[in-house]
């Protein structure tokens, strides 16, 4: 495989998902660097599903570029998303019983906001959500049955703003 070196295509993100991808579990790696303003652009509908017996399916996204979750991500295992850069979510992201992970400056560069613009992070059972952002966080609706919600346990944002509304059922 050789590297690219120019991004001569116009586009905005290395992975632009606008459809649905189901699937047992899901795993995106993406490599902006300096050709892409975007690592990852999710538009349309990521599911990981159970398909083997006592296994739980999930999502990761592993990236050193922005992340943006406008669509929904559906899992009923662990959501992970991994950021060097920022997170955006606009869409629901939903674990049936898994933890979710949003972390941003996951490189610890001192560079990384997470902004939830709208939709609902949500797990439920034992599931914990975590967030974590060096710079700037604005949260929304965040929903657990059971599990902790924790914000900032990793890196300390420098401000938090929105319109927070953690509810535990």
């Known amino acids: 495989e050789e590297a690219i070196s120019t991004n001569d295509s116009g ?7 606008e459809g649905e991808i ?6 995106v790696k993406a490599k902006a660097g300096d050709l892409f303003k975007k690592a990852v652009n999710q538009e ?5 599903n159970k398909i083997v017996e006592n296994e739980d399916g999930g999502i990761e996204f592993v990236c050193d570029g922005d992340v943006v ?3 929904r991500t559906e899992s009923r295992g662990d959501i992970k998303v991994l950021s060097d850069k920022d997170i955006t979510v606009s869409g629901d992201v939903i674990s049936e019983k898994g933890d979710i992970t949003l972390f941003a400056d996951y490189d610890n560069d001192k560079r990384g906001s997470f902004y939830q613009l709208a939709g609902v992070i949500e797990t439920g059972r034992e ?3 975590f967030i974590d952002a060096s710079q700037e966080m604005e949260l929304g609706k965040i929903v657990t049955e059971k599990g902790p919600i924790k ?5 300390t ?3 938090i703003t929105g319109s927070p509304h953690y509810v535990h059922k």
């Not at 586009?11 to 998902?17: G, L, Q, R, S």
């Not at 349309?44 to 990981?48: E, F, W």
């Not at 914000?151 to 890196?155: A, P, Q, S, W």
């Open 44 to 48: 349309g509908v990521i599911k990981a």
């Open 151 to 155: 914000i900032g346990e990793k890196r």
């Open 69 to 71: 979750l406008a669509g």
């Open 157 to 159: 944002p420098q401000d």
């Open 22 to 27: 189901t699937a047992h579990k899901v795993i």
């Open 127 to 129: 599931g914990g959500i």
């Open 11 to 17: 586009y905005e993100e290395v992975i632009n998902n």
